[in-house]
């Protein structure tokens, strides 16, 4: 059984996004990694047949800094 998707969640997605990211709660990674998180069990729900299409497949991730460099002594 699929269940109707509403086109709006593409652009929730991006305002939620821009919610956390404007309030300085969370960095971009963080973020990033909450909507790696729901994109994947959205992905499972598809597998499932849950869901016809992953209704936050449209939302952009947030560039991350490179990271520490590291040096082994």
Aim: aromatic residues 8%; without cysteine.
């Amino acid at each position: 059984m699929s269940v109707p998707i509403d086109l709006d969640l593409v652009d929730f997605g991006g305002h939620i996004q821009a919610k956390m990211k404007h309030k300085g709660t969370r960095t971009a990674r963080t973020i990033n990694r909450y909507f790696g998180a729901l994109r994947r069990i959205l992905n499972l729900a598809i597998a499932d047949g849950l869901l016809s299409a992953n209704p936050i497949k449209g939302v952009k991730f947030f560039s991350e800094p490179a990271g520490r460099l590291r040096f082994l002594s």
